[in-house]
């Protein structure tokens, strides 16, 4: 299995525009975020989680021209905003096929989709809108992606918002949580690779702040952990990441991780 992040800042992404800050003017290209979202290879199936506003460039960058589904954890727009750009992959065998986007999500997630790209659901659509298929899965149980099984794991962003991780093997992917109950964590025991955001040093009303972030690590106990959705407050990625405990990584755009399938 290959892991590859495509983004992993959060919704502002890094730098910050206006920000003139150490980190938001740094040459170092470990510290330009694009706004999370990850792409996960196994087996044959291409799965990129989340689609936000940056979904075109962090596409591009890979070179992939096909996808197999699309996992939403929620619908913040820095996580739904690029549903649009999926008409590329609609089209890009066309006129031999149109190849429609499955997408995976939460109830409450697909509404928010239906809502804010309606004209892609319309009985009369216009020539060229995107493509794609919706499913609603029930966040208790696992589901499939061709024959890949994927675990939901279910926290809360505040509380006024659900979001869904998932596991995927020996992969587990969580991002925007702020809470997470006991028995979702006992679905993350026994991965090898664990993905979980991380804002800041400071605490925030809906974002794992770092040590909350490795509390969770240190129960999960993963091989290897990465930090994501992170803001320019977390500092240089030169500095920050050697103050990690061992085995824990900031993670950055680009970055490959191969685990164990």
């Known amino acids: 299995m290959k892991l590859t992040f495509l983004g992993t ?10 920000c003139r800050c ?6 170092d290209p470990r510290d330009n975020r694009l706004r999370t979202a990850a792409m996960v290879e196994t087996r ?16 591009l960058r890979t070179g ?13 727009k820095d996580h739904i905003g690029g549903l649009d750009d999926v008409r590329a992959f ?16 939460a109830p409450h997630t697909l509404a928010c989709v239906r ?11 216009y020539r060229g809108v995107p493509e794609i298929e919706l499913h609603e899965i029930d966040v208790t149980k696992p589901f499939s992606v061709k024959g890949v099984g994927v675990v939901p794991v279910s926290g809360h962003h505040s509380e006024r918002f659900a979001v869904t991780g998932f596991r995927i093997g020996r992969l587990a992917y969580l991002t925007d949580f702020k809470t997470i109950e006991e028995a979702e964590i ?4 026994g991965v090898e ?6 804002l800041r040093f400071a605490e925030h009303y809906s974002h794992f702040n770092v040590a909350e972030a490795l509390a969770l690590i240190r129960r999960v106990a993963p091989r290897k952990a990465y930090l994501t959705h992170m803001s320019h407050e977390i500092g240089l990625h030169a500095r920050t990441e050697p103050t990690l405990p061992a085995g824990v990584h900031l993670a950055y755009d680009t970055l490959q991780v191969e685990i164990n399938d």
Do not use: W
């Open 22 to 27: 150490e980190v938001c003017t740094s040459a």
């Open 64 to 76: 992939v021209r096909h996808l197999d589904a699309i996992l939403l954890t929620h619908e913040h």
């Open 186 to 189: 006992e679905k993350l025991r």
């Open 9 to 18: 800042g959060t919704s502002q992404g890094v730098p910050v525009i206006g």
């Open 193 to 198: 690779v664990l993905v979980v955001n991380a």
């Open 90 to 105: 609609n089209f890009v065998d066309y006129p031999a096929a149109i190849h429609r986007v499955d997408i995976y999500a």
């Open 44 to 59: 044959g199936v291409r799965m990129v989680i989340d689609a936000g506003p940056d979904f075109r460039c962090q596409m």
């Open 115 to 125: 809502k804010d790209f309606d004209y892609a659901f319309a009985q009369d659509k």
